[in-house]
């Protein structure tokens, strides 16, 4: 036996399950196929949006607050800054059903929040060019997280806990056996007790055939823009956000480099996200019609914004059927546990969910009321 755990990938969700495994045994060893934060993995893009208000089931809530305690740990334990508080603006047309949806999930989460009017809006954050029917639901406790520093971070207290990396070596098969998961990659093996798959968008090959049929890659479009006065669009002066009509939608990160701001089309609507066969060959280019989308928006959106975009990146991530990750075993005694398919909404949480994977993975806690984003929800299909 080589060692307790493998972690496989050390993205966005791999990092942080490194991490908390090697607060609990130093028999853990972390398999990257490149290094540690490398921009074509879905870590790419130096930023993504933290927020305690929450679209979607309202278990997701105890994870984001989970999560929002293990950045603060991770900075405290590195000395890296991570999380930018910046507050957090979702704005809508009022009483519409983006806005409502928001205000019911607070109701049901407690999450702390303030309801601003149009003309408080358009007073406090005037970066915005505003509907005439929009408002806004701001969240205090929201930011922006640094990604590549993110995962860098984690993956060196991992090491400084003991666990071992192993960078530039990709994983070509996992085989679980009676005594444990034979690790496969170019002509090398090693076995494991358990193995935890955390390698987004190139899980798939690693899956069994009944969640390679519900799981697809995807490409997700980052953008960003140059403003014409930066000082309105720091982190002190341009909290994140996000804005969501029937006809387009928007999502972005003030200027955390002193020059670009981060804005991105989000959503079906806006067709942020589309199929890509091959996790290696994902397109970086934008498409004429993608260029032309993000920067109309942003012309109605940012008039502070000079509408050329002044860099753009894309990504692989791994989406499941239902948009809920795969988080668990694939079956009650299996030795292989699943941590991918977060379906482009993974990073706010990835503390949250690298916790649970490590614990569970070790057998040393079980999380309750997670069978929405359980692997064997796909087995009965």
């Not at 823009?225 to 003030?254: H, K, L, V």
């Not at 260029?291 to 002044?310: D, M, Q, R, S, Y």
């Not at 569970?360 to 299909?381: C, I, N, S, W, Y």
Request: overall charge negative; some cysteine; proline content about 5%.
């Amino acid at each position: 036996m080589d060692a307790q755990l493998a972690v496989i990938g050390l993205g966005s969700i791999g990092s942080m399950a490194l991490w908390q495994a090697s607060r609990l045994t130093d028999s853990v060893v972390g398999f990257e196929a490149a290094t540690p934060a490398h921009g074509r993995s879905a870590v790419g893009g130096d930023t993504r949006l933290f927020r305690m208000i929450y679209l979607g089931r309202p278990e997701y809530y105890p994870i984001i607050e989970r999560s929002r305690g293990l950045w603060t740990e991770l900075e405290a334990e590195t000395g890296q800054d991570i999380l930018t508080t910046t507050g957090g603006l979702s704005i809508g047309t009022a009483n519409g059903s983006y806005i409502n949806s928001l205000i019911e999930a607070t109701r049901i989460t407690g999450a702390e929040h303030h309801v601003l009017s149009r003309e408080e809006m358009a007073e406090r954050y005037p970066q915005h060019n505003l509907r005439p029917d929009d408002c806004a639901v701001y969240d205090p406790r929201a930011g922006v997280l640094r990604t590549d520093r993110a995962v860098s971070a984690a993956v060196e207290a991992a090491r400084a806990n003991g666990a071992t990396v192993l960078q530039n070596t990709p994983v070509d098969s996992i085989t679980e056996t009676d005594r444990g998961v034979v690790v496969t990659s170019g002509d090398r093996t090693w076995t494991f007790e358990k193995v935890i798959v955390a390698s987004g968008g190139w899980s798939r090959k690693l899956m069994p055939d009944h969640l390679k049929a519900v799981t697809e890659t995807h490409r997700i479009v980052l953008t960003w823009f140059i403003a014409r006065d930066a000082t309105q669009f720091s982190p002190e002066n341009f909290p994140a956000f996000s804005r969501w009509y029937e006809d387009r939608s928007m999502y972005g990160a003030p200027a955390v480099d002193g020059v670009t701001v981060k804005a991105s089309v989000d959503g079906p609507v806006a067709g942020r996200a589309r199929a890509t066969p091959d996790p290696d060959a994902v397109p970086r280019e934008l498409t004429r019609e993608e260029v032309e989308k993000v920067t109309e928006i942003v012309t109605e959106f940012f008039p502070g914004l000079i509408p050329t975009i002044a860099r753009s990146d894309a990504f692989p991530d791994l989406f499941t059927e239902d948009r809920h990750p795969l988080v668990g075993r694939l079956d009650e005694n299996s030795r292989i546990y699943c941590a991918t398919g977060f379906s482009g909404k993974g990073f706010k949480m990835a503390t949250g969910y690298g916790h649970i994977a490590a614990h569970e993975a070790l057998g040393k806690q079980t999380v309750e009321g997670l069978d929405f984003v359980r692997p064997d929800r796909f087995k009965t299909r």
